[in-house]
């Protein structure tokens, strides 16, 4: 076969493998069934793009009243097939500065899930998988309280600690930070120009307090342009992005709250990245760190011909690269002290060979 040949086949076969494309879901929060001017208008605008989204719906006014639907058109738009209907809580209070959920005992958040969904489903005909948690707190409960309930998507933020157990999918707002420091709508275009055909998800959160203005409502339009048009941006709601394949699992979620002196270079903050990326970056930082830290006790191996120097060597490597490695893969010290800390390990093998020269 000629090398011609080889080519064109090469390009054949990659036209067949599927296109990365950054996958984005819009999560807006708290609607409820009851007509409001600003929600309607963000359903009109995203149903008339054809753009899927999530919409986190509040069940249940004060003292679990729950809320009516006061408007059959408000209600149509909501019923679209394009729209995801969410759990939002029950009631979205604010208990005890902790969220409706955050200090909350198994029961109460099980029954609190319970009956947020009994009253959506009396709502809207659309199964309802997801949970988003007001304010985005979680308890140590969830993984079992929204299995036991049918919910199993849950979109909080990228800071909650949640236990591995169930099978629960983890697609958590992603801005984070970058919102504070940029504002909503520069942070998620930037965040998705920059992460187009990678294999990441985007999860913007946002609320009707995010469209005070005509200039942030054609920054919204703006990005769903942006988005619409580029052919590695994929749009989905949370279950239609499960029903794609993207999973993200409590190992995904956890590995991308991982923070190194190296992610922070290669990885963009306002995506979720696979698993093996995370996993594979964080290594290569803990062995970086190791391997500064074992250079002098490395030279010491090489020019010492004392075999009872050599295994005290030998412990010493195994002992201090263990340790190493186990603060920067936990994070216990910050990249700078920690550099600082393997650089200074290095003279105590330094001391010795000059003392002994
Ligand atoms: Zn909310």
């Known amino acids: 076969m000629s090398k011609k040949q080889i080519l064109a086949l090469c390009a054949f076969f990659s036209l067949t493998l599927p296109a990365k494309a950054v996958k984005v879901v819009f999560r807006l929060d708290d609607p409820t069934v009851q007509y409001d001017s600003v929600h309607s208008r963000v359903l009109q ?35 679209a097939p394009t729209i995801e209907i969410a759990l939002h809580g029950l009631t979205h209070e604010d208990i005890n500065r902790q969220g409706e959920f955050g200090g909350l005992s198994s029961d109460e958040t099980c029954r609190r899930f319970r009956k947020g ?16 948690p007001p304010f985005n707190a979680t308890n140590a409960s969830f ?17 909650q600690r949640v236990p591995r157990k169930g099978d629960i999918q983890y697609y958590p707002e992603t ?8 504002g909503i709508w520069n942070a998620a275009k930037e965040s998705i120009l920059k992460c187009r055909g990678k294999n990441a998800i ?35 709601t949370f279950s239609s992005l499960y029903d794609s394949g993207e999973h993200s699992d409590w190992l995904r979620y956890r590995a991308n709250q991982l923070s190194s002196g190296l992610s922070k270079y290669l990885l963009h903050k306002g ?40 295994r005290i060597v030998y412990l010493a490597l195994v002992v201090i690269g263990a ?10 010290l910050s990249p700078l002290k920690l550099l600082l800390l393997a650089v200074l390990i290095n003279t105590i093998p330094l001391i010795y060979m000059v003392v002994r020269r």
């Open 202 to 236: 985007c999860v913007v959160m946002f609320h009707a307090y995010d469209l005070p203005d005509s200039t942030a409502w054609l920054q919204l339009e703006n990005l769903l342009e942006a988005c619409n048009n580029n052919k590695k941006v994929e749009l989905y």
């Open 117 to 132: 969904k009994h009253i959506l489903s009396q709502h809207f005909d659309k199964p309802i998988n997801t949970f988003i």
């Open 271 to 310: 995506v979720l990245h696979p698993t093996w990326l995370c996993l594979a970056i964080h290594i290569i930082n803990a062995l970086a760190y190791m391997l500064i830290a074992l250079v002098g006790m490395l030279v010491l191996l090489v020019r010492t011909h004392s075999i009872s120097l050599k």
């Open 175 to 182: 801005l984070g930070h970058l919102m504070k420091q940029k």
């Open 45 to 79: 605008l995203f149903a008339g793009k054809g753009i899927p989204l999530s919409v986190a719906t509040i069940p249940c006014a004060k003292e679990e009243i729950p809320h009516e639907i006061n408007d059959s058109s408000y209600w149509q738009l909501l019923n």
């Open 323 to 332: 340790v190493i490695f186990c603060i920067a893969w936990f994070h216990l």
């Open 143 to 159: 993984p079992e309280n929204l299995e036991s309930n049918g919910l199993h998507l849950l979109s909080a933020d990228m800071f």
